[in-house]
């Protein structure tokens, strides 16, 4: 159990849990691990667990009735999905969750994490602060699919996952039309434009950011 509690301290959500409750966090945690491409949840099946990231990276995504992919987020190490159905009446999943790597996880069944929550106050305070950083998170979803065009949440997507001026190669342009909820062909006239305009340079598998104001101003569109 050592081992466990040690994995958990590195997930943000736990890291200030006392000893005592970090104990019983860790008796309740399965450790699961899954390839590259398989499916950690399906959207709609019943929830059996909330689950908490210890190495590897995955996709959460939904379906619309045509088949059409909008990705919510991707999330790595420390970071964790479903934590709000075991809590919820109908208590199924919202979304699809797609391993992107190798993926080392850990599961809480929803009657543990139930339990856990009920009797450890400290716990319960650190599941709230969590909800409050993903109502954030969809708000600004909601609201970028709603007020912004195509080109203004490219823009953003650029500047938000730019490293050292770079977009790199783990972004394909489909995946990147499902994140921004728009089609591949769109995402691939709007990088085109943006190259045209100065703003941006295609570099074979990279997105090189040349005009970084340009693309902030592209992004309140």
Request: glycine share 8%; with cysteine; charged share 25%.
């Amino acid at each position: 159990m050592e081992t466990t509690v040690q994995a958990l301290r590195h997930i943000p959500l736990f890291a200030g849990l006392s000893g005592e409750t970090m104990a019983r966090v860790a008796n309740a945690a399965i450790r699961h691990t899954y390839a590259l491409g398989e499916t950690v949840i399906f959207e709609g099946d019943p929830c059996q667990a909330a689950y908490f990231i210890a190495e590897g990276q995955v996709r959460v995504y939904r379906l619309s009735p045509e088949g059409r992919e909008q990705v919510l987020v991707r999330l790595g190490p420390g970071q964790a999905f479903n934590t709000a159905p075991p809590f919820q009446r109908d208590g199924v999943n919202h979304a699809t969750v797609e391993a992107l790597t190798l993926v080392t996880l850990f599961a809480i069944t929803c009657d543990e994490f139930r339990r856990l929550v009920g009797e450890c106050p400290e716990l319960a305070l650190a599941i709230l602060y969590d909800f409050a950083d993903r109502l954030d998170h969809l708000t600004n979803l909601v609201e970028d699919l709603s007020l912004r065009t195509v080109r203004g949440r490219l823009a953003r997507f650029l500047l938000e996952n730019a490293d050292t001026d770079t977009a790199t190669s783990r972004w394909t342009q489909g995946e990147i039309a499902a994140y921004l909820g728009t089609v591949r062909d769109m995402v691939g006239r709007t990088l085109r434009a943006f190259a045209d305009a100065g703003l941006i340079r295609m570099d074979r598998q990279r997105i090189v950011l040349l005009d970084r104001e340009g693309l902030e101003i592209e992004a309140q569109r």
